[in-house]
T-cell receptor, first 113, second 114 residues
Framework: DQQVKQNSPSLSVQEGRISILNCDYT??????FLWYKKYPAEGPTFLIS?????DKNEDGRFTVFLNKSAKHLSLHIVPSQPGDSAVYFC????????????FGPGTSLSVIP | NAGVMQNPRHLVRRRGQEARLRCSPM?????VYWYRQLPEEGLKFMVY????????ESGMPKERFSAEFPKEGPSILRIQQVVRGDSAAYFC????????????FGAGTRLSVL
């Protein structure tokens, strides 16, 4: 049972436009959400996160929005740049005996110059 | 300020051999996590370890796979009697002892089983 879903395997966006990556989750106990970015042949790198007590967090060109009632979050990148082309993983954390992080399957973003 | 170090980067094994993947966490980090990424799939949690303790191994296959994080030295993910289906990228991540949600990943080990 996939608790974190990213239903778009891939996305293409023109340089300078907005990229919107979506993520849905099923477990209402998730209390912290993260986005990671991964280039080929490299490990994922942390990008931005949001606590469940907030509905928006912004860091430069990257903004994450959280809609708890819909169990949905999205990552906005504006303006998109060719260097943003990568796989983006949505992840969610739940307190068990520790803060367990569960990753979605990823969305491959291509920013076209 | 070295990040998470994984070696080897690439590992080729024949069916039935053993694979040993090593992970040195970031300095000051005492929590280590192992993930597996199969082709065209996301990151699947395998195991979470603290020094000398396995905290959560719910993602580990029941047979042939084991992990350790000794008091001294790197964390080791060991796969005995490898099969073709074990071919994947294996990523290690670490986090500080303060229990921060953010995990810092290594570059991964790409295991190919012939």
């Amino acid at each position: 049972d996939q608790q974190v879903k990213q239903n778009s395997p891939s996305l293409s966006v023109q340089e300078g436009r907005i990229s919107i990556l979506n993520c849905d989750y099923t477990n209402s106990m998730f209390d912290y959400f993260l986005w990671y970015k991964k280039y080929p042949a490299e490990g994922p790198t942390f990008l931005i996160s949001i606590s469940s007590i907030k509905d928006k967090n912004e860091d430069g060109r990257f903004t994450v929005f959280l809609n708890k009632s819909a169990k949905h979050l999205s990552l906005h990148i504006v303006p998109s740049q060719p260097g943003d082309s990568a796989v983006y993983f949505c992840a969610a954390s739940v307190k068990t005996s520790y803060d367990k992080v569960i990753f979605g399957p990823g969305t491959s973003l291509s920013v076209i110059p | 300020n070295a990040g998470v170090m994984q070696n080897p980067r690439h590992l080729v094994r024949r069916r039935g051999q053993e694979a040993r993947l090593r992970c040195s966490p970031m300095k000051g980090h005492s929590h280590v996590y192992w993930y597996r990424q199969l082709p065209e799939e996301g990151l699947k949690f395998m195991v979470y370890l603290q020094k000398e303790n396995i905290i959560d191994e719910s993602g580990m296959p029941k047979e042939r796979f084991s992990a350790e994080f000794p008091k001294e030295g790197p964390s080791i993910l060991r796969i005995q009697q490898v099969v073709r289906g074990d071919s994947a990228a294996y990523f290690c991540a670490s986090s500080p002892s303060t229990g921060e949600n953010i995990q810092y990943f290594g570059a991964g080990t790409r295991l190919s089983v012939l």
